[in-house]
């Protein structure tokens, strides 16, 4: 997914800030330097896990619930040399959150993997809107008659839902609810 927004990034100027764009102008791909090699395929990524030196692996599952980064972990959080880094938000129950609060331990693939390798984290870049920001979306949605609330911490996402004004129905479906539209 990540070489998949880069390409789209790069084929859109528009959104460049002024120091991307004079690269561009100059003759150079920001999105392309020594070192850099990207990995569509499985068997390219499952070759990450033989480096033993010298790599910065970047996956997209921020919060580690799916995808290759799980083999990556797997294959690096027993390791002291390592460093992993996690940019943005990560949810308490998610296996990225057990991690940042120091767990000692993870489970991946049924095998419990001891967390040796350092862990470091950087807020402040979560693509997701705020609060203020989803409060004017549902304002300017026209007074919906139902908004199902389906993502985010438990009591974040109550009082998100006690925050929203209108005359609709917030819903807060349980896990597996079916709720008719």
């Given amino acids: 997914?990540?070489?998949?927004?880069?390409?789209?990034f790069r084929r859109h100027p528009e959104c460049y800030d002024a120091e991307t764009a004079r690269l561009f102008a100059g003759g150079?791909?920001?999105f392309v330097f020594e070192g850099l090699k990207m990995t569509?395929?499985?068997?390219?990524?499952?070759?990450?896990?033989?480096?033993?030196?010298g790599a910065v692996i970047m996956a997209g599952s921020g919060m580690c619930t799916g995808g290759r980064v799980r083999h990556h972990l797997r294959h690096n959080l027993?390791?002291?040399?390592?460093?992993?880094?996690?940019?943005?938000?990560?949810?308490?129950?998610?296996?990225?959150?057990r991690?940042?609060?120091?767990?000692?331990?993870?489970?991946?693939?049924?095998?419990?993997?001891?967390?040796?390798?350092?862990?470091?984290?950087?807020?402040?870049?979560?693509?997701?809107?705020d609060c203020d920001e989803l409060r004017r979306w549902h304002a300017a949605a026209g007074k919906p008659e139902l908004t199902v609330l389906v993502h985010g911490d438990p009591d974040a996402t109550?009082?998100?839902?006690?925050?929203?004004?209108?005359?609709g129905e917030v819903k807060i479906p349980m896990l597996h609810e079916v709720i008719e539209i």
């Fill in 158 to 167: 109550e009082a998100f839902a006690d925050s929203l004004e209108g005359p």
């Fill in 1 to 8: 997914m990540a070489i998949s927004a880069t390409n789209v």
């Fill in 99 to 129: 991690i940042i609060d120091g767990a000692e331990t993870v489970t991946l693939f049924g095998e419990e993997i001891p967390v040796r390798a350092q862990i470091h984290t950087i807020g402040g870049f979560s693509a997701h809107a």
């Fill in 78 to 97: 027993y390791r002291s040399e390592c460093s992993v880094v996690f940019v943005g938000y990560a949810a308490h129950e998610t296996l990225a959150g």
């Fill in 40 to 53: 569509r395929e499985t068997a390219q990524s499952r070759a990450i896990n033989q480096v033993r030196h």
């Fill in 28 to 30: 150079k791909d920001p």
